[in-house]
């Protein structure tokens, strides 16, 4: 298994985020893979995804697939 390098990657919080420091995560994109982080931890462990993955997971968000109510 190889580990995706995102140390040039840049990161960005989605514009939904508040500023008063709630639970907030970050992601950098290639054209292969998704990275996700807590933006509270920028040293801290990334989850990794294939670009594919996240796509569906952002569409599944969107949809409303994810809602717990």
Do not use: Q, Y
Request: aromatic share 2%; charged share 25%.
């Amino acid at each position: 298994m190889r580990t995706a390098d995102l140390s040039h990657a840049k990161w960005r919080k989605s514009s939904r985020s508040n500023g008063g420091g709630g639970a907030c995560v970050e992601i950098a994109a290639t054209k292969s893979v998704a990275g996700i982080r807590d933006s509270k931890d920028p040293a801290g462990p990334a989850l990794v995804v294939t670009s594919t993955a996240f796509a569906a997971l952002v569409d599944a968000v969107k949809t409303g697939r994810l809602d717990l109510s």
